[in-house]
């Protein structure tokens, strides 16, 4: 179990950690969403209509009436891809130092949120040591990100 001053302290990278595949799969959409608009710019489309899950040229079916600029909207979601990116270059930059059973321990626990028990017996490790293993790895990735 982690101690409440290293959990405190390595709150961040922790998070980001457990939105790995969050901002992996958000990233996937927002280029889909990229697409959609530049596609929508080359027709020469100035508004798009937004439900909060899609976006249409026209308001056939909607939901709601939302309305946003497609130069608007293209900025928005070029930001947003810019900010998953950074967050994404970040966790793989810190991950990269780590050992190879530091990745692990790091990737099933957070990324893959396996239990410990199962990362115990996968790794041959007893709970002490994958949890001194995982306080090093984490420390080594908060020198990193903190850099």
């Given at each position: ?7 405190e302290k ?15 799969k ?20 100035k508004?798009?209509y937004?439900?909060?899950?899609t ?15 497609t ?5 928005t ?14 966790i ?10 530091e ?20 790794l ?24």
């Amino acid at each position: 179990m982690e101690s409440k001053s290293t959990s405190e302290k390595y709150k961040s990278i922790i998070n980001s950690l457990k939105r790995y595949r969050y901002i992996k799969k958000r990233l996937e959409i927002l280029y889909k969403i990229k697409r959609d608009v530049e596609e929508y710019k080359k027709r020469d489309i100035k508004n798009i209509y937004i439900d909060g899950f899609t976006i249409r040229s026209n308001k056939c079916d909607m939901i709601s009436d939302f309305v946003k600029k497609t130069d608007d909207m293209e900025k928005t979601v070029n930001n947003e891809i810019e900010q998953c990116r950074r967050e994404l270059f970040f966790i793989d930059a810190a991950i990269s130092v780590l050992s190879e059973v530091e990745k692990d321990i790091i990737e099933m626990k957070y990324i893959d949120k396996i239990p410990s028990k199962l990362i115990e017996d996968s790794l041959g490790y007893e709970r002490t040591q994958i949890n001194r293993k995982k306080n090093e790895a984490l420390k080594k990735m908060y020198e990193i990100v903190s850099l």
